[in-house]
């Protein structure tokens, strides 16, 4: 009886090795799994933070020009300095630079938002690119409308 028992046993024990064995590869691949899950997920945070990151430098960068712009235009203004055109062409460029990633922006928190994922600066920034917007509209038509009477002066 002791060797039918000892091969029950083995047999029994073999079973045992071999379903630990596949469930220890399952865990394994589920563990690689949860790891690439994990590090997609991991990745789409640092992109969400990434892209915060990028709003509040715009956001940042906004203020400053437009703090810059109202100096220069109040010390004209107030007689501590004289207009200068080319200082007045350099700030409508500013805007114009600063406006030029909103279209990458603005895809990127849309695809960011399409993810589920919330921006928190993203209101900030949109009102910052429709004031620039509406900045730089009224620059390139002030300019616009120099250059017309400077032709017409010349008539």
């Not at 960068?61 to 010390?75: M, S, T």
């Not at 690119?129 to 509209?137: D, G, R, T, V």
Request: glycine residues 4%.
């Amino acid at each position: 009886m002791g060797i039918i028992a000892f091969r029950a046993a083995k047999r029994e024990v073999y079973l045992y090795r071999r379903e630990f064995r596949r469930f220890r590869k399952s865990q394994r691949s589920i563990a690689r799994d949860r790891t690439e899950q994990l590090l997609k997920d991991h990745e789409e945070a640092m992109e969400c933070r990434d892209c915060e990151d990028f709003l509040r430098l715009g956001i940042e960068a906004f203020q400053w020009l437009r703090k810059a712009h109202q100096n220069i235009q109040d010390d004209v203004y107030q007689g501590r300095s004289v207009y200068d055109a080319h200082v007045e062409h350099a700030i409508t460029k500013l805007y114009q630079r600063w406006l030029k990633p909103y279209n990458t922006a603005e895809r990127w928190m849309k695809n960011l938002k399409d993810q589920g994922f919330e921006l928190d600066k993203a209101v900030d920034f949109a009102r910052c690119c429709h004031e620039a917007s509406a900045i730089l509209e009224e620059r390139l038509m002030a300019e616009a409308a120099g250059r017309a009477r400077l032709l017409n002066s010349d008539d």
